[in-house]
DNA sequence: CTGTTAGCGCTTTCAA
DNA sequence: TTGAAAGCGCTAACAG
């Protein structure tokens, strides 16, 4: 490799010292780094610009001990779900001018708690744990260790989701929204509940809600992974006699509903299905998909904003919000 | 904030030397980094494990002159396309234990560049671009002059989408993947194209195979951007008695079709669909959607395995295979 | 097997 | 306004 230049080098071809080259080049916005004549500051520019000299992050990051990073940590990055709230992320990661790392880390906290080691040892300013807390009080426990091992290195920790850990938590209302369908469905003869892994605080909030809102407790409950597919087969485990189910995410609705079809049950007519979140291609099937509402982008919009603005740790609940549409009949 | 214990804090701890407590915690792999006995080895693990010890990734990283970093440069992480792709590599990134940055780059390529400058700046060991190549030949210029930078500071870089910059290149076929929806539209009387952006060469090449597989050029050209939006719109610009349509991404698709239905035109009775990239969700449209399938988490995974692991810049072929659903009458 | 020490590239006082 | 020099925390020879 042809060395990279550094500047030293950008210095010495501009015939200044590597500090007055630091001050043009790299100054922070602070009033005592303008202070390099122009000539000088012409050459150091030109220099440089025909080096193609760029910063090394690393020395920067180490001798400002600072570094401009937030780190990103979801369950799965292919599930609209999450993209979508990653994408708030990036647009305000852009704005601060901040790199973001990201990572998938699957439902387990100690992956989570893991990565935000890892993090803790990049210097990130920031973290964004988006996420179920679990019903594993051992792993919540170590990663709220984590994360006030994070914090107390100077870094700002957000969470999507439950409350739960030492950090600003911007915290969906999971109960009313399933309670909200639950409503919805009063009246359906025979309610089915699609759920999530059980030891998802996410699936537990929604499933008490949608209960207390139905009024009753006779559902039928079938667990399944997160996933379109896993939603497919669920349709083929409910009973025949199903009238309504709820599904606990979009992506499993999605494949819920098509489940449904191929069993030859037709929705709405014979089955009513709402799921949550409302991802943006649930509007294109047919029936359109009754849903809660989750603002995602603004969500992940709204998490990093918190984690650099705010000093002290503050709950936010995020309103969800009942989308009546053809799969229950609308 | 609590001072992050350093090397020296654990060393001291420990009662060992700094050079000592290094080879414990961070010693790479390699033989030399064994040779600690026993007794201080768990020392200075004890002490490593009470002070809450992490190395400060960028000291490392500085001191290496090396970074365990990739950087993730795509058009829209909420796509599902590029979410898919992200997917895999992240995956694979996770294996080689590397960390990912990512950016959203819109289509711009100088704003891939500038990222892509950074990268350097972080001296990141890969780099993956994945979206289109465009017809700013200034603007490409200067992202391949970037990306020839990036390659002289040992950088890999790797590009998902149409050759064109000194890199890997994973090139899925679209003209092939365009000239068989083509193929499969012959007959129809009166098509539709719906298009992306026309600087994106993607666009262009899919739609120079669909002309050449259908065989004759009298198609209605909508451009739209890749949004579900632009797709529904575009649905309401396509002529009344249009009954095939080509619709460049799946997003779209969606989108599309239910405009089609919102206007009164029945898929597959009255129109035929087909869009590209065969994400999970266009499978639970009614009716399925046609489409050209592409492996887009493999793409991913594939595209980073190369760029770690061939020296040499390789252009490889991924096969676009046609998926015939019920939105084209099967 | 363990310790000393010279950097890695940059920022930031402190003097001039 | 500019330069000299002391670190930032860690790694990797090199000595013992």
């Known amino acids: 490799m042809t060395r990279q230049p550094t500047l030293q080098d950008v210095a010495q071809a501009a015939g200044v010292s590597i500090a007055t080259a630091s001050r043009v080049l790299n100054g922070s916005a602070s009033a005592t780094s303008r202070t390099v004549g122009p000539h000088l500051r012409a050459r150091v520019l030109d220099a440089a610009r025909r080096l193609h000299y760029t910063a090394n992050a690393q020395a ?10 937030v780190g990103l940590l979801l369950h799965d990055i292919a599930d609209p779900y999450f993209s979508l709230i990653a994408s708030g992320v990036l647009a305000v990661a852009e704005e ?18 893991a990565h ?28 709220a260790e984590e994360v006030e091992q994070f914090t107390a290195a ?8 439950q409350p739960g850990l030492p950090a600003h938590t911007l915290c969906p209302d999971n109960t009313g929204g399933g309670a909200a369908v639950g409503r919805h469905f009063r009246g359906r003869s025979s309610v089915a509940v699609v759920a999530g892994p059980g030891r998802l605080q996410t699936v537990r909030d929604r499933l008490h809600g949608f209960r207390s809102g139905l009024g009753r407790l006779e559902d039928t409950l079938v667990e399944a992974d997160f996933s379109r597919d896993g939603g497919y087969r669920a349709a083929q485990a409910v009973p025949a006699d199903t009238t309504a189910a709820f599904v606990m995410s979009d ?5 819920f509903c098509t489940g449904l079809r191929d069993r030859g049950l037709r929705i709405p007519q014979d089955v009513w ?7 943006p291609s649930v509007r294109d099937l047919s029936p359109a998909l009754t849903t809660v509402r989750l603002p995602l982008v603004e969500m992940g919009a709204r998490a990093l904003t918190l984690a650099l603005g705010e000093e002290r740790p503050q709950t936010i609940g995020v309103p969800a919000e009942l989308v009546v549409r053809g799969s229950s009949g609308a």
Do not use: K, W
Not at 96 to 113: K, L
Not at 251 to 255: D, K, L, R, S
Not at 273 to 279: E, I, K, M, R, T
């Open 273 to 279: 299905v709402a799921g949550f979140g409302d991802v």
């Open 116 to 143: 935000l080691a890892a993090l803790r040892g990049q210097r990130a300013q920031a973290a964004i744990l988006v996420g179920s807390r679990t019903t594993s009080d051992a792993g919540e426990a170590r990663l």
């Open 251 to 255: 992506v499993m609705a999605t494949g």
């Open 96 to 113: 601060y001018r901040m790199r973001v790392v990201i990572a998938s880390t699957g439902t387990d906290p100690d992956v989570a708690a």
């Open 60 to 69: 920067q990051a180490l001798a400002r001990s600072s570094n401009p990073l």
């Open 154 to 161: 100077d870094g700002r920790a957000a969470c999507v989701g």
